[in-house]
């Protein structure tokens, strides 16, 4: 799963650890380049081009996939990960079939941010075996964040690993290898090095295709939470559908009840997801949220929302608690998503907006010295880049409501709302081809009626 936006520390740090610009000619790299890079084996065996380790302390890295055509006439292409936590080269690794299409024409750059990659990684210890009792318990993995940043701020200083800093980084990048622009394609908090980089660096950027967006007006922890409009359009969903509607009823009046049965913590027995060993755990609505919230990134997981909610109001946790196990699917950098947050977010909340989820964030934030970032990293991005925005109808942390500005400060963008979708959609196949067409320069007049169409939910045999 690529993209993130949540806070971390109210899953639990171990489950987190998953939990996702005109085409101009560039200068030919000098073989000088080249000899720097190295094949390198990544992820699940791929072979790709890795440079020389860097030594000079904190910074980014990258690695590169070579375009299979000898002449090429298009800007590389920068692959930019979620999170913030997330790397490239792990994340976009097995390559999706349409990045593997566009690596025909485009090379490849899959950057690694800060505290991503190389001696500086930003990593949270994660136990051998996960306790039932702790991952549930958010007083206990609030001081497990904290213990976290004591660590990791005795070796480095937190306040470096900024999304400005990575970009200079990125900008090198793009001057050692002899670019003249860079195009993007950024997911979640990848969208917003895009345009970040779009802002600081306008004329060295080309086109961008942005997934997931987080516009700049937007604050990690505030603005990325929209579960109970998502459950809101689910349960009407539901209700719409015979077998759904007969088996689980008003799926929204079952997440309503269970709000009010945890209002206050309440303590239970579960098993252990993997073990199957009986433990009392206490719960509350925020921790339930939380678990919730990682069941919507997908409509894969979107179709199991009324079961899970409906055995959970009727009193049976255990099918919520196991989904949230089965949600962890991609490395994750916990440190870097503290270090971003708490400098380029946290510092800007709204005070009117506060509640207890973002207090408790604000409290994790406090426990460590970082330096505020500068609000500027906030400003509208205006521009005439060509760009491409994608929305899933029903992404819980982007919703599409969110760049209503942007839309319209970026002067050569268009916008896809991909109908029942969640935060991911470049896996759709007509997604993935207007991505292709978009950044090889073909006219597209897809509107993707196709994938319209929702996942049916998933209906228990005994309600059939």
Not at 47 to 63: A, F, I, K, M, R
Not at 149 to 176: Q, V
Not at 339 to 366: G, N, Q, V, Y
Request: some cysteine; charged content about 25%.
């Amino acid at each position: 799963m690529l993209g993130c936006l949540t806070l971390p520390f109210i899953q639990g740090l171990a489950l987190l650890a998953s939990i996702l610009l005109g085409t101009m000619l560039h200068a030919r790299e000098s073989s000088k380049d080249k000899d720097k890079r190295k094949p390198c084996q990544v992820k699940d065996g791929t072979w790709l081009e890795c440079p020389e380790p860097s030594s000079s302390g904190v910074s980014s890295d990258y690695v590169f996939r070579p375009a299979d055509k000898s002449k090429k006439s298009k800007s590389p292409l920068v692959l930019l990960a979620g999170g913030p936590g997330q790397s490239a080269s792990e994340g976009f690794i097995p390559l999706p079939p349409m990045i593997q299409d566009l690596s025909r024409e485009y090379d490849l750059i899959f950057f690694n941010p800060r505290g991503t990659t190389g001696k500086s990684k930003l990593k949270c210890p994660s136990p051998e075996t996960i306790d039932l009792k702790r991952i549930t318990d958010r007083t206990y993995m609030a001081d497990e964040a904290k213990s976290c940043l004591k660590s990791l701020g005795s070796r480095f200083n937190l306040s470096d690993f900024g999304t400005d800093a990575s970009l200079a980084d990125l900008d090198k990048i793009r001057e050692e290898l002899g670019y003249e622009k860079l195009s993007f394609y950024g997911v979640s908090y990848g969208t917003r090095l895009a345009l970040r980089y779009a802002a600081l660096y306008p004329d060295r950027t080309d086109k961008m295709v942005l997934e997931g967006v987080l516009p700049p007006h937007a604050f990690i922890g505030q603005d990325t939470y929209a579960l109970e409009p998502v459950l809101k359009r689910l349960s009407t969903r539901c209700s719409e559908a015979v077998p759904c509607a007969k088996a689980y009823g008003d799926v929204y009046e079952s997440y309503q009840k269970l709000r009010s049965d945890f209002a206050k913590p309440r303590t239970l027995d579960a098993n252990h997801p993997r073990t199957g060993k009986k433990t009392a755990i206490t719960l509350d609505i925020n921790m339930i949220d939380g678990m919730l919230l990682q069941l919507l990134y997908t409509e894969f997981d979107q179709t199991l929302i009324p079961a899970i909610l409906h055995q959970a109001s009727g009193g049976n946790l255990n099918p919520l608690i196991a989904s949230s196990f089965s949600a962890v699917r991609s490395p994750f950098y916990e440190g870097l998503y503290f270090a971003i947050a708490c400098t380029e977010d946290a510092p800007f909340f709204d005070s009117t907006k506060l509640d207890a989820r973002t207090e408790e964030f604000l409290d994790i934030c406090l426990s460590y010295p970082f330096k505020p970032s500068s609000a500027k990293i906030h400003d509208p991005v205006r521009g005439p880049w060509p760009t491409l925005l994608l929305s899933g109808e029903l992404d819980p942390v982007t919703p599409p409501e969110l760049i209503k500005s942007l839309k319209t400060d970026l002067t050569n963008a268009k916008h896809f709302v991909i109908p029942n979708k969640g935060h991911n959609v470049f896996y759709l196949r007509c997604v993935g081809n207007q991505i292709k067409e978009f950044f090889l320069d073909r006219k597209s007049d897809r509107n993707c009626e196709e994938q319209k169409q929702p996942l049916p939910f998933y209906i228990e045999e005994t309600k059939r």
